[in-house]
Nanobody, 116 residues
């Protein structure tokens, strides 16, 4: 079955960096777009970035442009989110997601806390 598993979250100081990873299994990974979303306490889940299966198309939320970078390694079935210059407002649970035949699949999420 389709599985997505995030890792790499943690506590980081403002201005710091983290790299999140998402391991995918159970589907032909390189065929499908994968996205990162986040959900802060009391807020709706929001899109962070999306990358197409062939890495040819990338889209970022405006507030993350220039600070976050999405990447994928189709040989390893992995997608990454490099986050730089982190701010307290980036504190959230970060999820990866893919959509296969109109069905959305989510990972369990990884907590990122930006605090001094």
């Amino acid at each position: 079955q389709v599985q997505l598993m995030e890792s790499g979250g943690g506590l980081v100081q403002p201005g710091g960096s983290l790299r999140l990873s998402c391991a995918a299994s159970g589907f032909t990974f390189g065929t499908y777009a994968v996205s990162w979303y986040r959900q802060a306490p009391g807020k709706e889940r929001e899109l962070v970035a999306t990358m197409s299966g062939d890495s040819g198309s990338i889209r970022y939320a405006d507030s993350m442009k220039g600070r976050f970078t999405i990447a994928r390694d189709n040989a390893k079935n992995m997608v990454y989110l490099q986050m730089n210059t982190l701010k307290p407002e980036d504190t959230a649970v970060y999820y990866c997601k893919t959509v296969i035949s109109v069905t959305a699949f989510w990972g369990q999420g990884t907590q990122v806390t930006v605090s001094s």
